[in-house]
């Protein structure tokens, strides 16, 4: 008993005596459930039954209530006959032989009640002792035994009876107990058990307040749950010893097998009605509905109103809910397996009949395991439906599988592949990739509605697969009379996305207009036409404005996620990285924490491309490592070469090309190269191979870049300028002529003095400039560079400027920029600032334009061109597709070449290459 109780063990001592010396006492001790009534009871019969200094010691008579007896006549009166303290009541074989009188069904007769009252007063009142009657769980006593125990209290006029009842309210309600008690011409007092408060808690515990008031947050203050509690946290009642309890102590202790017990113990004392009530509460969860509740645990409302109100009286609710989160499963998990299904079975129907959201009752359908209700497999649907749209994608798969079990409709089965490959997509893309040909049968075959069909677009172009995306839009664009305004919508969305992602395709879709859609399109038709804005060279004013309202739609959802992303894309390639940088840190933080992989894996991506281009290196690397590991390789489809791209620039701008080998090997879907994604995979190689002295094979993937850009008419943001990395190329191959040629063709680009890549564009003229003229185009360089240039660019360019105040005589200048240069590129996160600032302010010296051709290291011509497609990063198949030869052919011409220039695989023949390639130059 906790010590707090003591205080009301003294008060039931000091009526005892006054009963002793005045009027008789009627005491009804209350409090909730399991609060330690019977414990005091228990403490004080203990008391009254010492011997008494100033007379006879009390006769002291228990007696316990039981539901499960209420019915037996007299059975009370028995167990107070039997339970008196030392047989002293005398000659009790009158009211003995009353009792075993054979009674008929119902109530007994009023004769018996009357002798068997007046039997009981005559031992009462013949005794000669101080009568003391304790009566635990009164609630349940017998109708005739409680007869006769009031007759005792009306006749008996000597001072020294008492009674003591203990009952929490349930069942008959407590006032009416005590209305029955104040009857009598005894006076009736109340004695009340209330909840524990922190301050008791942990003055007569000796824990910690704060974690006090933690237990009592989630016990609600009740003592036999804090004494389970405080068992596990070795706290003792009374003890003086602090405890030390860490700060998730109390959580652990609640999911604990000492509190499990404890609280099946409080649910026996409930009973079986409230149990059944807080089972359902449970099974439904947190907001469960008060009718909901009461048709799972098939009571009417005011009753379950009232088990409620029970249990809320002891702190095990609080507003209807349970106060602590671990309680609901602790219940349901003594519950057997086959009766936890029922619930759950019931729970749907329950909820379903009450209109409550898709997915509450499909979430009790997967919990129960079938749903074999006419109504069942169109409401998983809904709910999958809503779940993937929310952003839930857990959940959707688990709606989803529940209806191929269930089912047996065709069209619903391919509706729900269909949902599946979209559920998918954002929780595990490498599932969706499995499942998607399932669904494109289905959509050929005609199972799949227009907007089923038009689902499947996205996955399709997200791996490559842009002829199946094709004949989807295909098909869908053939019933468009028949379209509903939703569907017309998303098939201009899906024409947008095929326009914008694989340019090429866009010539197959004939006269089609792809330039308009309908009116208030939704937000997956502003995402596409935001990236193909993003991509058009002639971007409409609008674009900047535009990307800034998608930001501003809150949280993450299917709908909205693309429009990020495109947003994000085009504030990257505006170069307004700020705003970018925040808006992106942001939904970075809600996807990782709703743990959907490819919003995570997306959005770090972006994420590393901002820093990269903002010369934040460190958290380019770290952005893009999460990326992929977020994401599989094998499901990131053609965008692989984004997070792919970023890392290998990064690692390369920090100096560190050692592990750059491994990656930049990896093979690469051919579809990338359809897709102006391919830019990211051809930048990084490139700037890689010009970072360890591969100029030719750098000059390739830069060349192919411009190529692919002018053939689709994509715009390429000021730091994919290949123009200015083909400069770069010419200038460490010792031809600044070409260099100056293409700096100022990507000036003629554009007027204005402050856009991006201006400073960079100066700096490579500079560069390639002699003279005096190189002092002053690197000024110029530098002060474009302070205003919108990336740092690491400008650590660059300072390098450079420090390079011609040397060459101009001027050392103490070019020391104090030199210095300043270092200093910015440490703070990108450059780790070997010499090798890495020296890499583009290089210049070979004055050669002939046209270059010395090396020796052909006796290719023959087949494998020269075997070899240039291998070093630009081909596949086999994509090589044999070219050449119109066998992957076999390939690969006997790869053996023989890589024997022939002494290298051992793929990547070291992308530096050696170049240096027997006459194609070049």
């Not at 074999?372 to 809503?386: G, V």
């Not at 690197?778 to 360019?797: D, F, I, K, N």
Request: aromatic share 4%.
């Amino acid at each position: 008993m906790f010590v707090a109780h003591e205080e009301q063990l003294e008060r039931l001592v000091t009526l005892l005596a006054q009963s002793r010396q005045g009027a008789g006492h009627a005491v009804v001790i209350g409090g909730p459930v399991g609060s330690g009534k019977s414990t005091l009871l228990r403490a004080f019969a203990e008391r009254a039954a010492e011997s008494a200094v100033d007379g006879p010691s009390p006769l002291v008579m228990t007696g316990c209530g039981d539901p499960e007896e209420q019915s037996v006549p007299f059975g009370v009166l028995r167990q107070l006959l039997h339970g008196s303290t030392d047989g002293g009541l005398g000659d009790d074989r009158e009211l003995r032989r009353l009792l075993q009188e054979p009674m008929p069904a119902g109530a007994p007769p009023e004769r018996l009640l009357h002798e068997a009252a007046l039997a009981f007063t005559a031992l009462a009142t013949g005794c000669g002792r101080p009568l003391v009657v304790i009566l635990d769980d009164a609630r349940f006593v017998d109708s005739p035994s409680w007869h006769c125990l009031t007759a005792v209290l009306r006749r008996v006029r000597r001072p020294h009876t008492m009674l003591l009842t203990a009952d929490s309210g349930q069942g008959a309600p407590l006032d009416a107990l005590r209305r029955s008690l104040q009857s009598l011409e005894s006076q009736c007092h109340t004695v009340d058990l209330s909840l524990l408060t922190p301050k008791t808690v942990a003055e007569q515990l000796g824990l910690p307040r704060t974690v006090a008031a933690e237990a009592v947050a989630a016990t609600g203050g009740h003592p036999l749950l804090l004494e389970a509690l405080s068992t596990v946290l070795g706290a003792v009642p009374g003890g003086t010893a602090p405890v030390t309890a860490g700060q998730d102590a109390v959580s652990r202790a609640v999911t604990g097998e000492v509190f499990r017990r404890a609280l099946n113990t409080l649910l026996r004392r409930y009973g079986e009605p409230t149990a059944a009530v807080l089972r359902a509460l449970a099974t439904l969860g947190p907001g469960a509905r008060p009718a909901a509740v009461a048709g799972l645990a098939g009571l009417d409302e005011v009753t379950c109103a009232w088990h409620l109100r029970l249990a809320e009286s002891t702190g095990l609710l609080r507003e209807g809910a349970f106060r602590h989160p671990a309680v609901p499963g602790l219940l349901l998990g003594e519950t057997p397996p086959e009766e936890r299904r029922r619930l759950h079975t019931r729970a749907a129907e329950v909820l379903h009949e009450n209109g409550a959201s898709p997915r509450a009752v499909a979430r009790h359908l997967v919990e129960a395991g079938s749903a074999d209700a006419p109504w069942a497999p169109p409401l998983l649907h809904e709910a999958a439906e809503r779940a993937t749209a929310k952003g839930e994608p857990q959940e959707a798969v688990e709606y989803v599988r529940l209806l191929g079990r269930s089912s047996s409709d065709e069209r619903q089965l391919a509706a729900a592949s269909a949902l599946r490959v979209r559920a998918e997509w954002q929780a595990d893309p490498v599932q969706a990739l499995r499942h998607l040909p399932e669904a494109v049968h289905a959509s050929r075959e005609g199972r799949l509605s227009a907007r089923d069909t038009l689902s499947l677009v996205s996955p399709l172009l997200w791996f490559g697969h842009v002829e199946d995306a094709f004949d989807a839009i295909q098909r869908v664009a053939a019933q468009q009379d028949r379209l509903t305004h939703t569907e017309r919508s998303l098939l201009y969305a899906s024409r947008l996305w095929l326009s914008a992602l694989y340019p090429a395709a866009v010539r197959e879709l004939g006269g089609q207009e792809v330039a308009a859609g309908p009116a208030g399109s939704d937000s997956q038709v502003e995402a596409a036409l935001l990236l193909a804005l993003v991509l058009c060279p002639d971007s409409p004013v609008g674009g900047e404005m535009a990307a800034e309202r998608a930001l501003r739609r809150g949280t993450l959802d299917e709908r909205t996620v693309m429009l990020c992303v495109s947003a994000l894309v085009a504030l990257i390639h505006q170069g307004r990285l700020e705003l970018a940088r925040t808006s992106c840190d942001r939904l970075v933080e809600e996807a990782a924490r709703r743990g959907i992989p490819m919003w995570h894996g997306l959005l770090a991506a972006l994420r590393a491309e901002i820093a990269l281009y903002g010369g934040e290196l460190d958290d380019a690397v770290r952005f893009a490592r999460t990326a992929l590991e977020v994401v599989p390789a094998e499901a990131w489809g053609v965008r692989i070469a984004v997070p792919l791209g970023i890392l290998v620039q990064a690692l390369v701008a920090r100096g560190e090309y050692e592990e750059v080998d491994a990656l930049i090997g990896a093979e690469v879907p051919d579809a990338l190269f359809q897709s102006p994604i391919a830019f990211y995979h051809l930048q990084a190689r490139g700037r890689y191979l010009l970072a360890v002295g591969g100029y030719r094979a750098a000059l390739k993937e830069f060349q192919l870049m411009g190529e692919l850009a002018t053939q689709w008419g994509v715009a390429l943001p000021g730091h994919m300028a290949w123009r200015l990395d083909m400069a770069r190329a010419h200038l460490a191959a010792g031809q600044p002529m070409r260099a100056r040629e293409l700096v100022y063709a990507e000036l003629g680009r554009t007027a204005q003095d402050d856009a991006p890549g201006r400073g960079s564009a100066l700096r490579l003229l500079a560069a390639a400039a002699e003279g005096d003229s190189r002092l002053e185009l690197y000024q110029q360089a530098c002060e474009a560079l302070r205003v919108t240039g990336p740092r690491l660019e400008l650590a660059h360019a300072l390098a450079g400027w420090a390079d011609a105040q040397r060459a101009s005589g001027d050392a103490a200048a070019a020391e104090v920029t030199l210095a300043e240069s270092r200093r910015l590129a440490l703070a990108c996160g450059v780790r070997d600032v010499e090798r890495v600032l020296s890499v583009y302010r290089t210049v070979a010296g004055p050669q002939d334009e046209e270059g010395s051709e090396p020796a052909t290291a006796g290719l023959s011509e087949a494998e020269h061109r075997v070899a240039a497609l291998a070093a630009a990063g081909f596949s086999n198949r994509r090589i044999a597709s070219r050449l119109f030869i066998t992957v076999s052919t390939v690969e006997q011409h790869l053996t023989r070449i890589y024997r022939k220039l002494g290298v051992t695989r793929r990547s070291e023949l992308a530096t050696v290459y170049p240096l027997v390639d006459a194609g070049i130059g």
